[in-house]
Nanobody, 123 residues
Framework: QVQLVETGGGLVQAGGSLRLACAAS????????MAWFRQAPGKEREFVAA????????YYADSVKGRFTISRDNAKNAVYLQMNSLKPEDTAVYYC????????????????WGQGTHVTVSS
């Protein structure tokens, strides 16, 4: 079983950038498809980005396409979310998720989750 820990959240002004990291332990991340989800106060958890186990395919929510990039570093056993041109509506708790196969955009389909990291974008 894989354990996930997210870091890199914080407070940033609109237009700024943050890089979130998801470190894995217990298993090798290259054995998993990976995803990022977010949950804003009072809202449901929503899909942000995902990458297939092979790394060959990536997927993005329309709201972040062109601004966010998901990547992985197998040597560091970590996955990243580079977030550029941040907007106040990107404010949320960001979660890293893993599954043995790409599980689509529904949060309930993913088996393993980190504890989340807070991102606040001020206007």
């Amino acid at each position: 079983q894989v354990q996930l820990v997210e870091t890199g959240g914080g407070l940033v002004q609109a237009g700024g950038s943050l890089r979130l990291a998801c470190a894995a332990s217990g298993r090798t991340l290259s054995d998993y498809a990976m995803a990022w989800f977010r949950q804003a106060p009072g809202k449901e958890r929503e899909f942000v980005a995902a990458m297939r186990r092979s790394g060959a395919m990536t997927y993005y929510a329309d709201s972040v396409k062109g601004r966010f990039t998901i990547s992985r570093d197998n040597a560091k056993n970590a996955v990243y979310l580079q977030m550029n041109s941040l907007k106040p509506e990107d404010t949320a708790v960001y979660y890293c998720a893993a599954d043995t196969l790409y599980s689509g955009r529904g949060s309930t389909n993913w088996d393993y989750w980190g504890q989340g990291t807070h991102v606040t974008v001020s206007s």
